[in-house]
């Protein structure tokens, strides 16, 4: 088996797609947990079919460690349930835009903005693009109920209204105004018989590279002062994807008591499992890709081995072991081996660091 598809296709290279995100998946069953190991899908998912709404939940890990993947696993799985009200998932991504987390009124003047990006509809995921990478894969809710691909959603029928309402004189633009504003648009979704979801995410960009780098905590403390608590008061489902480190800024242990959110924790690859949980990641993402070969073919063991150490001593950043696994790989090609072995790995490491 040669390692020129691998490598040609990025096959073990971090997911850098909202779409390959859900493709390459693997639920924390699948992972080798223990016994009456939380199961972070399944607590997502209760929280986002819970009567009555809304809910508000931090997925919480690491920089790296999944928290995005797991949410739009989860939002995939939300669509292919056959619910009597469908949910409307908008994604604000704030890593890039710490400036308009500086007053409330900036932060839901941004989620009007998003809104009306999106052709005034409470969403930013295409759910079918997702359901379509997730089609053969299923995550048990407890023992019993199974999530397979069922109806469509309806035809959304707010966007019309919300379009109208854009159109007057100042809205989402007046200070003053802003947060009516806002709560006219999630009225019209719920109005229509939507249950609308709003995640935050992309929020690690404000904690500094490796275990130990620097947190801006102004900008975290903006975050949750003027967007998580004013977000969390309103008639929304709300996801935020938080990194372990901002429970040391006060304000945010305030708005989370305030709010009383839930903690989700994206699941940990076991250090003492038989055999190494990055191998089942590994295999995934060859079947993903349809390269009809075993994982000990296109890379020894002891080199799996190697690659879960360092995602341990990265403080679980599989995003980065996943970028050594591609690059070992093409370490591996370029000296005409057959497979990645820990050679490679260590190659990769000494160059990168």
Do not use: C, W
């Not at 998946?25 to 079919?49: F, H, K, N, T």
């Not at 998932?89 to 989620?111: F, N, Q, W």
């Not at 975050?223 to 372990?244: I, Q």
């Amino acid at each position: 088996m040669s390692l020129d598809p691998i490598v040609a296709g990025r096959t073990f290279d971090d997911a850098t797609s909202d779409t390959r995100r859900t493709e390459v998946y693997v639920g924390s069953g699948e992972l080798g947990l223990p016994p009456g190991a939380e199961r972070p899908e399944v607590d997502l998912m209760q929280a986002l079919i819970a009567i009555p709404p809304p809910r508000r939940v931090h997925v919480v890990g690491p920089s790296g460690a999944g928290k995005t993947s797991l949410i739009l696993r989860v939002v995939a799985d939300l669509a292919r349930r056959e619910l009597e009200i469908h949910h409307e998932v908008l994604i604000l991504r704030v890593g890039d835009r710490p400036e308009r987390l500086e007053s409330p009124e900036s932060v839901m003047k941004m989620v009007l903005e998003t809104i009306a990006v999106e052709g005034h509809r409470f969403s930013n995921v295409d759910v079918g693009v997702l359901q379509a990478a997730a089609a053969d894969q299923r995550v048990r809710e407890g023992a019993q109920t199974e999530h397979r691909g069922g109806l469509t959603a309806p035809l959304v029928s707010y966007s019309a209204a919300v379009r109208e309402a854009y159109e007057t004189a100042e809205f989402g633009q007046n200070a003053a105004q802003v947060r009516h504003d806002l709560e006219d648009v999630l009225a019209a979704v719920a109005g229509a018989g939507y249950r609308p979801v709003l995640v935050i995410d992309d929020t690690e960009k404000f904690v500094g590279p490796g275990p130990d780098g620097q947190l801006d905590a102004v900008a975290v403390e903006h975050l949750y002062h003027h967007g998580v608590r004013v977000l969390g008061e309103l008639a929304v489902d709300l996801v935020v994807a938080m990194h372990p480190r901002f429970e040391q800024v006060p304000r945010v242990v305030e708005v989370i008591e305030r709010l009383a959110m839930g903690r989700i924790g994206v699941a940990e690859l076991p250090a003492d499992a038989d055999a190494p949980a990055l191998a089942r990641i590994l295999e995934r993402r060859l079947e993903r890709d349809g390269i009809h070969a075993r994982l000990d073919e296109v890379i020894e063991s002891a080199a799996v081995e190697e690659l879960q150490v360092l995602y341990h001593e990265r403080d679980r950043d599989l995003r980065s072991v996943l970028k050594l696994a591609h690059a070992a790989a093409g370490h591996a090609l370029n000296r005409g081996a057959p497979a990645i072995a820990p050679r490679d790995v260590r190659a990769v490491v000494a160059r990168r660091g």
